[in-house]
């Protein structure tokens, strides 16, 4: 008796009893969660394969910020170390042989390369360039390398400009929306030290990729800078030697992501297409630089191409794809066209970086539940090695919800595919429910983990997450889906969803809330003006009246495809596109959130928005966030962007006064080495 009192006092102070595995109950995971959550990526491997590097980016809630470090661990596995000291740096390169590492770190506030070897030591400066090294890459044998930079101002600008003379001529010369330079090309000798101009023309440098030789340099370049104009760009062929520049197309296509083949004659690079700038998915071209003949590679791939690097003796590329809601490895034979996939992952194995013989790559693989980790395999699929765990209190402590790849029928009977998200545990009954809308509009919801998600199944609510007409990973058809007809198919996408799960007995259809960002608080919008399912909505980064964004914003995919023409040729359709000629139709509680430098979506849109919805004395509420672009940079907006819409929701659809967690005080949770 005594025995078994000490094993209950035991219990209940938490000890459990001898040889009893006790197991703690999971629990719902909150805001503050995501938040803390350690961010792996980035992983570049040696060219040998022997060794990896990435990227390790850590919250400081002290500082408002997440600080990001660099890491060196063996392919095999084992323990990894910090390689990068505090002064950090972006844009690690290998030498081809793997002897050294070049990269960029801030010098008096420019962009400057350092070099260091990979055995260890300090990294040495060896640029000092006027302007800020944009990007460089190796070349030379490994005894330079080539950047670009943009040109000076020259002293006597500067001095005007720090006396207030800072008026943006807006797109003229260098200029866009912002005060911009010309760039240009440079040749870095690392042992001297001494800089050489490349290319000195008025025009701005995209792209560049050194041939395997050294001799010539291919790159992108376009000769001015309107923000809806990046089509322009064209691609160019320097020899090194002479200076001499051929052109190599001359379109209005966005070419990008050069790649040279081995043997120096055939370029690879990506473009929707070749002539126009089209509402396609970025294909592979080979261009012969001798000749400028040209011609798609990869038409036989329906999906996203990704990264991508020839193979040696370049009959073959190898890229990341992804396809409906899942990424692997491809490759490519560029002869006949035919992709086979390497991979079967479900989730999202993104191959970031390969050895020099390619048999090798580093990438990173995470699904729904699983947070993104760094990993190794052989392009062959064999011998996959996770390298990181980077949060392993995630499988430890959370109660994660479940998903499941969905299908369901629109009103024109087209076939829609999303993502079910359901609590841990669900077993039967109605949910409150929420519908996601995913950004882009060519966006995509994949099977990739969001804290999110887990956060609004902690609080017991199913969840849809459409990949409507317009949506990226499928076929190009699916992508044109919604061209002239935005608020269309694509609302009847979301509503027969809504329906389908409705008819699930799965959501509860009187205890629904719709919510989404860029395109997901475009088409949100919309939503809640032409429907009174909802009984909250939050809407970010929302555009309100394409008319009045026509200037400030992005607007070249509506002229061309989503809605066609000019608010001058076409006024009526801009119009009646524009959720702000529908609000006095909304009876859904609306929370709107900006960032105020937001340069995408531009921020007085949700203004305009929240003055209607206030002027008819609707539910609305309107944040906006100061120094924030459209994607949230500081940690504490975003817990108040994530916070305030769960309150909202949660009061308006289930009539709960919610309360947020309190913020934790203590240091950031552990993680695990893998051996």
Do not use: C
Not at 76 to 88: A, L, M, N, V
Not at 446 to 462: D, I, P
């Amino acid at each position: 008796m005594r025995t078994q009192r000490l094993l209950t006092v035991l219990s209940l102070l938490g000890f459990g009893s001898p040889g009893v595995a006790q197991t703690a109950p999971k629990r719902s995971m909150t805001v503050d969660d995501g938040l803390d959550m350690v961010v792996v990526g980035r992983a570049t491997i040696s060219p040998d394969g022997s060794w990896v590097l990435y990227s390790r980016s850590e919250l400081d809630w002290a500082e408002n910020e997440r600080k990001t470090t660099w890491w060196r661990v063996d392919a095999e596995g084992g323990s990894p170390y910090r390689f990068i000291g505090e002064e950090g740096g972006e844009g690690f390169a290998f030498s081809a042989d793997g002897s050294r590492l070049a990269f960029t770190r801030a010098v008096d506030g420019k962009a400057q390369i350092f070099v260091m070897r990979t055995t260890g030591g300090e990294a040495e400066k060896r640029s000092d360039h006027e302007t800020a090294v944009r990007a460089f890459e190796w070349a030379g044998g490994g005894g330079a390398v080539v950047f670009s930079a943009d040109e000076p101002r020259g002293e006597d600008v500067e001095k005007r400009r720090k006396a207030g003379e800072d008026a943006v001529f807006v797109d003229e010369g260098p200029n866009g929306v912002d005060e911009a330079a010309w760039s240009n090309l440079w040749w870095l000798d690392l042992a001297s030290g001494e800089e050489r101009r490349l290319t000195e023309v008025d025009h701005r440098i995209g792209d560049f990729a050194v041939s395997p030789d050294g001799t010539r340099i291919a790159f992108t370049a376009r000769f001015e800078n309107r923000r809806n104009q990046s089509n322009l760009s064209e691609i160019f062929l320097l020899d090194v030697a002479s200076g001499s520049v051929t052109r190599l197309t001359e379109n209005e296509a966005p070419e990008g992501r050069l790649q040279w083949a081995p043997d120096g004659r055939r370029l690879a690079y990506s473009a929707p297409d070749d002539r126009s700038w089209e509402l396609r998915q970025d294909k592979l071209w080979i261009v012969d630089v001798q000749t400028g003949a040209h011609r798609l590679a990869s038409g036989s791939f329906e999906g996203s191409i990704r990264q991508f690097v020839w193979e040696p003796g370049g009959r073959s590329i190898l890229f990341g794809g992804l396809q409906r809601t899942d990424t692997n490895l491809y490759r490519l034979d560029v002869t006949s066209g035919a992709v086979a996939r390497i991979t079967e992952a479900r989730g999202q194995l993104s191959p970031t970086s390969f050895s020099v013989d390619r048999s090798r790559m580093a990438y990173t693989f995470e699904d729904f539940d699983t947070p993104a980790d760094v990993w190794v395999g052989g392009t062959d699929g064999s011998g996959a090695r996770r390298l990181t765990e980077a949060n392993p209190w995630i499988q430890d402590e959370i109660a994660l919800a479940r998903s499941e790849v969905v299908h369901w029928k629109s009103r024109d009977g087209l076939d829609v595919e999303g993502l079910l998200v359901l609590p841990a545990g669900y077993e039967s009954g109605r949910l409150p429910f929420l519908l996601n809308i995913h950004g882009g509009p060519a966006g995509v919801f994949t099977n990739s983990f969001s804290s999110r998600y887990h956060v609004w199944a902690g609080l017991g609510w199913a969840q849809l997450l459409p990949n409507v007409r317009g949506s990226s990973g499928y076929s190009d058809e699916l992508l044109r889906g919604n061209m002239a007809d935005i608020g269309g198919g694509d609302f009847d996408d979301l509503m027969t969803g809504v329906d389908y799960v409705v008819q699930r007995g799965l959501a509860h259809p009187d205890s629904m809330a719709v919510r989404g960002w860029s395109y997901g608080g475009i088409l949100g919008g919309w939503t809640v003006t032409q429907t009174d399912r909802f009984k909250a909505a939050s809407l970010g980064a929302m555009v309100s009246d394409w008319t009045s964004e026509y200037g400030p914003g992005f607007n070249h995919d509506v002229r061309l495809w989503y809605i066609g023409g000019t608010p001058w040729e076409n006024r009526e359709e801009w119009r009646q596109k524009s959720a702000l000629t529908h609000v006095a139709n909304v009876t859904t509680p609306t929370l709107l959130l900006h960032g105020m430098n937001d340069r995408t979506d531009t921020e007085p849109q949700s203004m305009m928005f929240f003055q209607a919805l206030k002027d008819q004395g609707k539910e609305v509420r309107y944040l906006r966030f100061p120094r924030e672009p459209h994607g949230f940079r500081e940690p504490r907006h975003q817990r108040i962007r994530d916070v305030e819409e769960i309150r909202w929701i949660q009061r308006y659809v289930r009539g709960i006064d919610w309360k947020p967690w309190e913020r934790p005080s203590g240091e950031a949770k552990d993680t695990k080495v893998i051996s």
